[in-house]
């Protein structure tokens, strides 16, 4: 399972740079409507923690329910860090199971009109960091926007970084 470990650490990496950006950020930046897939870009971060929660920890886990995260109620990037902290643990320890047979077990997506999807745990698994990836995106573009650095961290950089430390 060591590809897609290797997907989630690459974006989680990516994810501590954008918190200690999002701490030098004015909050109320950080808060307003910037008219991206969801109102600013808090929301759209938090976005990016609830496919994941909701995909591996409620959808996988076959629950009936989905992660009864809203945006709302996050009043402050450390209330979002403690969230993004329980999503990972929840994530570590999913990945500690994992194993062939694991990944070809069906998850089944149901929307609100009635209709649902069927996807492998082999492809959610490609799904979240693609989608996390596609709203990082949306994040950096609101940095660059506002004429600051984006905090990108390429997958070849990452790759790099991670065999110097070993």
């Given at each position: 399972m060591l590809g897609y470990a290797e997907l989630f650490d690459y974006f989680k990496a990516e994810?501590?740079?954008?918190?200690?950006?999002?701490?030098e950020m004015p909050f109320d930046e950080f808060v307003?409507?910037?008219e991206l897939?969801?109102?600013?870009?808090?929301?759209?971060?938090l976005h990016t923690l609830s496919?994941?929660?909701?995909?591996?920890?409620?959808?996988?886990?076959?629950?009936?329910?989905?992660?009864?995260?809203?945006f709302e109620d996050f009043k402050s990037i450390e209330a979002i860090e403690k969230y993004s902290l329980e999503v990972d643990a929840k994530t570590r320890a999913l990945?500690?199971?994992?194993?062939?047979?694991?990944?070809?077990?069906?998850?089944?997506?149901?929307?609100?009109?009635?209709?649902?999807?069927t996807q492998s745990l082999g492809?959610?698994?490609?799904?979240?960091?693609?989608?996390?990836?596609?709203h990082y995106g949306e994040i950096f573009a609101e940095f660059w926007k506002g004429g600051k650095d984006a905090p990108y961290l390429s997958y070849l950089a990452f790759k790099r970084e991670a065999t110097q430390t070993k």
């Open positions: 994810r501590r740079k954008l918190f200690h950006a999002f701490r307003r409507n910037r897939s969801f109102y600013s870009i808090k929301d759209t971060f496919v994941e929660d909701n995909w591996l920890h409620y959808r996988a886990a076959g629950l009936e329910t989905e992660s009864p995260v809203r990945f500690a199971t994992l194993d062939s047979q694991a990944i070809q077990r069906p998850v089944i997506r149901k929307y609100p009109d009635g209709h649902s999807t492809w959610v698994l490609y799904h979240i960091p693609i989608e996390v990836i596609h």
